[in-house]
């Protein structure tokens, strides 16, 4: 054998080698990931620990005293928590005197002239002189006497707006324009589907019904209200009301200006109107029309580099409504105060 063929000989010898110590080694990775997705004689795999996994967590607790313990510890400390925050949603419930209907009419009359009294912009007033508070209007400013069927409402409905009105003007809101009553959307419950694919009402247990039952004390009036804001006292009313003692959620707001500040320095429709004019007057004349001493005033305002200034800009017109919760604790204590005597 020449020295050709000895070289020959032995790189083939070195790659047949390579070539097994390479497959052993893919056949090691793979037996090595087989064995940990499907487990083997020494181990179970990743699929059998997922299903097991799976398996205890769809199945029951097992009732030994352990897990008693802990699922009566956890129920405990559920409790615990919703009643501590029922509590705290709860802590500006009211609770009102009885009155009669000429009674409760005097009452408005007077408490309507103290917050229109209010600080605002409307001459010094939140509101102008015969604003009657909307649906209010015919026991403001009219000769209407409230039945004694409408009285307990009423005075919870008086008493939220009252209390969403001082707020406002505390935020510093302009003018209050207008006064609604909103109806309160309640959550539509949708229905489930049963094992063949049908839709079925569902059925609520009979513990879930108690709660609910024991919850239906919680009674919710929404309104909408209509004011002038600038944007600082805008953003002031929604913190506020949101961190009212009084549980009270902003339940939509929308704002816009009456007119564009910025456009109107720019000169805006004024700025179309006058170079319609000025096309107008070439068309009559070559030699032009002369200036107008609105262009020269607009002319200066941009050489000077003031376009418009915040502070003087036109109020937001918002639109908002909020729903005003209470959750009946007070009227509670009163039934076990009597029940107890």
């Known amino acids: 054998m020449n020295k050709n063929r000895m070289i020959l000989a032995v790189a083939g010898g070195v790659t047949g080698l390579a070539v097994l110590v390479a497959a052993y080694f893919t056949w090691s990775s793979w037996s090595a990931k087989s064995a940990a997705i499907d487990g083997d004689d020494e181990s179970e795999g990743l699929e059998a620990v997922v299903a097991t996994a799976e398996r205890l967590s769809r199945s029951a607790v097992y009732p030994c005293a352990e897990s008693v313990k802990a699922t009566e510890g956890n129920a405990a400390q559920l409790a615990e928590w919703m009643a501590g925050a029922r509590r705290l949603a709860a802590r500006g419930d009211r609770v009102f005197p009885k009155t009669t209907p000429p009674a409760f009419k005097t009452f408005l009359v007077q408490d309507a002239k103290r917050l229109v009294a209010l600080p605002g912009s409307a001459a010094g007033q939140l509101a102008q002189p015969d604003f009657a508070f909307g649906p209010f209007k015919g026991y403001i400013a009219g000769g209407d006497l409230p039945s004694d069927a409408q009285l307990a409402e009423l005075q919870r409905r008086w008493d939220d707006v009252a209390v969403v009105t001082e707020t406002l003007a505390a935020s510093g809101i302009g003018e209050l324009t207008d006064v609604q009553f909103k109806s309160a959307e309640k959550p539509k419950e949708e229905p489930q589907q049963n094992a063949r694919g049908n839709r079925r009402q569902a059925r609520k247990p009979a513990k879930k019904a108690a709660q609910e039952e024991k919850t239906s004390a919680v009674s919710s009036f929404s309104y909408e209200f209509s004011f002038t804001a600038k944007p600082h006292a805008l953003v002031k009313a929604v913190n506020a009301l949101e961190t009212c003692e009084r549980f009270i959620s902003v339940d939509d707001f929308s704002f816009r200006r ?45 050489k000077s580099g003031i376009v418009t200034d915040p502070q003087l800009d036109a109020p937001f017109a918002v639109t908002m409504t909020v729903t005003v919760h209470d959750f009946g604790s007070l009227e509670e204590g009163d039934k076990n105060g009597e029940e107890a005597k």
């Open 258 to 302: 009456e007119k564009d500040a910025i456009a109107e320095a720019l000169g805006g429709d004024e700025k179309k109107a006058e170079g319609a004019a000025q096309s107008g007057g070439r068309r009559r004349r070559r030699g032009g029309a002369a200036p107008s001493p609105l262009a020269e005033e607009k002319k200066d305002d941009a």
